[in-house]
């Protein structure tokens, strides 16, 4: 079984930062992608960003050129650090971690999200 615990969120004003941070734990024996994902009231979970064990990137449209993902392979961690944050950014993120249990068995995990709030 794999854990996903994430942390960081918070309130912060427009045009602020905020660093989100989440840690995956258990019986791992890979990781082949690691995510994050946010929803809005009323709105359909979205990507975020996602990143491959080998450094590959992809972005929301919505993010890119102000949210870096980034991780940590030897401790299981991925970062998102979001600069010139906007009201519409305001959602719950949720970070996700695929990869294998052992040979033939995947996971996929989710950690169970963490408020960001951008306002005045």
């Known amino acids: 079984q794999v854990q996903v615990v994430e942390s960081g969120g918070g309130l912060v004003q427009p045009g602020g930062s905020l660093r989100l941070s989440c840690a995956a734990s258990?019986?791992?024996?890979?990781?082949?992608?690691m995510g994050w994902y946010r929803q809005a009231p009323g709105k359909q979970r979205e990507l975020v960003a996602t990143?491959?064990?080998?450094?590959?990137?992809n972005y929301g449209d919505s993010v890119k050129g102000r949210f870096t993902i980034s991780t940590d392979n030897a401790k299981n961690t991925v970062y998102l650090q979001m600069n010139s944050l906007k009201p519409e950014d305001t959602a719950v993120y949720y970070c996700?971690?695929?990869?294998?249990?052992?040979?033939?068995?995947?996971?996929?995990?989710w950690g169970q999200g963490t408020q960001v709030i951008v306002s005045l």
């Open positions: 990143i491959t064990r080998g450094g590959s990137t």
């Open positions: 258990g019986s791992i024996f890979s990781i082949y992608i």
């Open positions: 996700n971690f695929r990869g294998l249990v052992r040979l033939g068995t995947p996971f996929d995990s």
